[in-house]
Nanobody
Framework: HVQLVESGGGSVQPGGSLRPSCVRSKNISIEYSMAWFRQAPGKERDGIAL???????TYVDSVKGRFTVSEDKAKNTLYLEMNNVEPDDTGMYFC??????????????????WGQGTQVTVS
């Protein structure tokens, strides 16, 4: 079983920066994928950034060039560097984990393990 704990959310002004993190409860020695999802008030939970154990990363268009997903494997920690944030970036940010390299940002049901979320407010 994998547990995920997010932190590092908060309130920030437009144009500012924030770096939420997600700590994974165990080291993983086989292929895996991790992702950040965002749920704005009254909206669906959508994937915004993904990284795999082979270092492949993917972003949705709305955050490309502004957000960077990275991982410190020694600390079992996933990060989301958020720069030049916009009011539309407001929402609850969740990290997700799945074994293997197949899970995508498109389908939430492909991800088995989720954190509890951390709130980001841009205003």
């Amino acid at each position: 079983h994998v547990q995920l704990v997010e932190s590092g959310g908060g309130s920030v002004q437009p144009g500012g920066s924030l770096r939420p993190s997600c700590v994974r409860s165990k080291n993983i020695s086989i292929e895996y994928s991790m992702a950040w999802f965002r749920q704005a008030p009254g909206k669906e939970r959508d994937g915004i950034a993904l990284i795999r154990s082979n270092s492949e990363s993917t972003y949705v268009d709305s955050v490309k060039g502004r957000f960077t997903v990275s991982e410190d494997k020694a600390k079992n920690t996933l990060y989301l560097e958020m720069n030049n944030v916009e009011p539309d970036d407001t929402g609850m940010y969740f990290c997700a984990f799945q074994y293997g390299l197949r899970a995508t940002m498109v389908t939430r049901s492909e991800w088995r393990y989720w954190g509890q979320g951390t709130q980001v407010t841009v205003s």
